[in-house]
């Protein structure tokens, strides 16, 4: 395989919460490992207990991984549009030194670069999409970092499934589907309504930019606790079982099937902020979705935020390769 240029990382902060907020928070795929795993199906980064021998020098730790985001070739498929998101288990005191030592080897190479989101948390986005089906193998080489001897390296390859790239218009009301660069579906919609201004940001709009799918649920509980509507006798109070949600951001945007209101799909917006879907649609999404697929919303006065959930698209190339330590 062919190496992947390496280059830098940065991230995180929540934006605020538009109304289909869902009440669990983050959604994470039923299959989510909890421990690192050095290569597909390996052994996972707690090394058995040893006794130390005297004679011997002691190893030390200065720094190894808690966590690598997606999971392995084993556990799912990604779309083309995810990260590589690694999570230290302390702050990185040395981020140019740690970040050399990360490699990414795609089957079909595009550019791509780290960026620093936080002293414990680096994200890898190519320049442009990843090429569909194809293996990528991340190997983090920590036992080279000086005086980190303890550490082993770790390897995680992941499987890049079907390009799904969905595009959202919110003027006209539908979302279209294409698989593999193929128009595969297209589905009605309604996106949000607007008129719910909250620290100068309408949260009932649906936010326009790239999007990228983060998880789903066959039924997600959604709440107006979001914006402080608790008691039942409020006449803003809700709390529905929604079915078919795929998440798109963390602020509680999701495609999901409408909750009734099927009169409105394909002719005006009346959500909260998430995309409504037809019964059909929506389930069929479900189904094909990825996790880091691609989901382009347009047509709203509310732009997406890069740090919202997985939208690092937002930023251009210029901009992300700004995050990461190596410089030139």
Excluded at 42 to 65: G, R
Excluded at 80 to 92: K, L
Excluded at 176 to 194: C, E, M, N, Q, T
């Amino acid at each position: 395989m062919n190496r992947v240029p390496r280059m830098l990382p940065a991230l995180v902060a929540l934006a605020a919460m538009t109304a289909c907020a869902a009440e669990s928070g983050h959604v994470v795929p039923q299959t989510q490992q909890a421990s690192v795993v050095r290569a597909a199906g390996a052994a996972s980064v707690t090394a058995p207990v040893q006794v130390t021998d005297p004679a011997k020098p002691e190893k030390k730790v200065k720094l190894d991984i808690a966590d690598i985001t997606p999971m392995g070739e084993k556990s799912e498929k990604v779309g083309v549009g995810f990260p590589i998101i690694v999570t230290f288990d302390r702050d990185v005191k040395d981020r140019a030194a740690v970040e050399a030592l990360l490699e990414v080897e795609a089957e079909k190479p595009v550019d791509g670069a780290w960026r620093w989101v936080s002293a414990r948390k680096v994200i890898y986005r190519t320049k442009t999409y990843w090429k569909p089906h194809q293996k990528v193998l991340f190997t983090a080489r920590l036992s080279q970092l000086p005086g980190n001897t303890g550490t082993k390296d770790v390897s995680r390859r992941f499987a890049v499934g079907a390009s799904h790239i969905s595009v959202v218009n919110t003027r006209n009301h539908q979302m279209k589907v294409y698989r593999d660069g193929k128009l595969a579906k297209k589905i009605p919609i309604s996106a949000g309504r607007g008129g719910l201004i909250k620290n100068g940001v309408d949260v009932y709009l649906t936010t326009s930019g790239v999007h990228l799918t983060m998880g789903k649920k066959a039924v997600e509980t959604m709440t107006s606790s979001w914006m402080g509507v608790t008691d039942p006798k409020d006449p803003r109070y809700y709390k529905e079982e929604i079915p078919w949600a795929v998440r798109i951001s963390d602020s509680g945007e999701y495609v999901h099937q409408s909750a009734g209101y099927y009169q409105f799909l394909g002719r005006s917006n009346q959500s909260h902020g998430c995309v409504r879907a037809t019964p059909a649609g929506a389930k069929w999404f479900y189904g094909i979705a990825q996790r880091g697929d691609v989901v382009k919303i347009t047509g709203t006065k509310r732009k997406l935020q890069w740090n919202n959930g997985w939208s690092y698209w937002q930023l251009n190339w210029t901009q992300w390769k700004k995050g990461s330590a190596l410089k030139g």
